[in-house]
């Protein structure tokens, strides 16, 4: 089984920018993603990647504003995230699919049941 770490949440004002990190150790895996719960939404996909192939996706909730990537290691999984608004205010967290490989963009939309290996999470704020 993966183990997970989040990091890089924080506070930031509307418009500005962070970097969240991913780190993952354990099993092997395929496809990881980025994942959020706010005060909208329990549990909400943002971004996924295969590490693979570098097949990337953004949910619309990210789209040109999010872009996932990789470290060298490929376990180290990257956040940046740009042009941050209220609504992107919540909890920040990765997961990967518990059974199968499963393509970045089935992934973002998979239940946490589905999920496996997510940590603590990294908070993060936008506010002014």
């Known amino acids: 089984q993966v183990r997970i770490a989040e990091s890089g949440g924080g506070l930031v004002q509307p418009g500005g920018s962070l970097r969240l990190s991913c780190s993952v150790a354990?099993?092997?895996?395929?496809?990881i993603g980025w994942f959020r719960q706010t005060p909208a939404k329990d549990h909400e996909g943002v971004s996924c990647?295969?590490?693979?192939?570098?097949?990337?996706f953004v949910t619309s909730s990210g789209k040109g504003r999010f872009t996932i990537s990789t470290g060298n290691d490929k376990n180290t999984v990257y956040l940046q995230m740009d042009n941050l608004s209220p609504d992107d205010t919540g909890l920040y967290y990765c997961?990967?699919?518990?059974?199968?490989?499963?393509?970045?963009?089935?992934?973002?939309?998979?239940?946490?049941?589905?999920?496996?290996?997510w940590g603590q999470g990294t908070q993060v704020t936008v506010s002014s």
């Open positions: 354990g099993s092997h895996f395929h496809s």
């Open positions: 990647i295969n590490t693979y192939s570098g097949t990337t």
């Open positions: 997961a990967t699919p518990r059974f199968g490989i499963t393509p970045p963009q089935a992934l973002c939309t998979m239940s946490q049941d589905a999920l496996e290996g």
